[in-house]
């Protein structure tokens, strides 16, 4: 079923056939879809990537060739999670960040070939050394406030207000990193450059997006001294349901939706008693969905038993694959 289809199933249901029930049905289950697919690892949500690390002049932003001579990569945004990594050669570990100031802090200044990899907090843009960003727009984004939050060169954290006077405008402050850049609709698209005249776009913000969609990082150790190739498994974003014909990504979840949706439809209209019925039922769906998505794949089959704790509480031991 399409986003349509289950927007026309929960209002014929709960028997609201008013535009604004029909509107508020359908952010609701787009909602209630964006919280399920981001609250597990769903197998529907894996995506295996491809991509190289050059040390040449190839880099295309926000990763720069310094950045890649350094050990640091930044992901697409296709990208939400990233849960392995290989090269094409060999086996490439992550690393706990904390075990890598426990060993010799030679590792930080290593390269050569890649054998592991530290999970970094996701950003929109990062030099090494500092730099002036810029804001690209155009003469119609005059007036407008654009706000960039990131980290300054003498490491403080900061949240620049930028109004939009010049073409392009420069930041007042250098920065490492960049963490967020936000900016109201716009008729133009626009650009966060390196350097206070312009120069190269880090990232671009359609016109009718609000914000830059911080990308995943890594740091490799040690740093590649040659062009790398690798394989990723990943978790893809979300493609949220926006219009009608949008169906969810996740296999045959619609049972869980509609019942989420009815739930919240009727919590809406303040019949709050009827609203916890379906919730308690859309819950079970949800439990017998994830259930359904491990037995109904292919899996590795072992006998795990049960642990009872010292607390005499009894924990379940960890399932035999990460994703459901």
């Known amino acids: 079923m399409n986003l349509g289809e289950m927007v026309d199933f929960v209002c014929g249901k709960t028997r609201r056939a008013s535009s604004t029930a029909q509107e508020k049905c359908r952010g609701f289950i787009a909602n209630r879809y964006a919280m399920i ?4 690892l769903w197998k529907d949500s894996l995506y295996r990537l491809e991509f190289n690390v050059p040390v040449t002049g190839s880099a295309t932003f926000p990763n720069t060739n310094a950045l890649a001579a350094a050990g640091y990569f930044f992901f697409p945004s296709i990208v939400d999670r990233v849960l392995a990594i290989r090269r094409d050669d060999g086996i490439v570990n992550v690393v706990d960040p904390f075990e890598v100031f426990k060993t010799t802090m030679d590792e930080f200044e290593e390269s050569g070939t890649v054998v592991n990899f530290d999970l970094l907090p996701a950003a929109v843009a990062q030099d090494l050394t500092g730099t002036t960003f810029s804001l690209g727009a155009d003469a119609e984004e005059a007036g407008m406030t654009f706000i960039v939050r990131g980290i300054t060169a ?3 954290r900061v949240k620049l207000r930028t109004l939009i006077d010049a073409f392009p405008k420069a930041l007042s402050q250098q920065l490492i990193l960049v963490e967020t850049f936000t900016k109201p609709e716009t008729v133009n698209d626009c650009a966060l450059y390196g350097g206070p005249d312009g120069g190269y776009p880090y990232v671009t913000v359609p016109a009718a997006e609000t914000r830059a969609k911080p990308c995943q990082r890594v740091r490799f150790g040690q740093a590649p001294t040659a062009t790398t190739y690798f394989k990723a498994l990943i978790k893809r ?29 009727l919590q809406y209209e303040r019949q709050y008693g009827k609203a916890q019925a379906l919730f308690q039922e859309a819950t079970a769906l949800l439990t017998d969905y994830k259930q359904g998505a491990i037995v109904q794949t292919a899996h590795r089959e072992r006998i795990l038993p049960d642990v009872c704790e010292v607390s005499g509480s009894v924990n379940d031991w960890m399932p035999t694959k990460g994703y459901i």
Do not use: K, R
């Open 154 to 156: 003498a490491h403080q």
């Open 237 to 265: 974003e979300i493609l949220p349901l926006e219009e009608d014909e949008d169906t969810p990504e996740l296999l045959n979840l619609e049972p869980v939706l509609l019942a989420f949706g009815q739930g919240d439809l």
């Open 37 to 40: 697919y981001n609250s597990a």
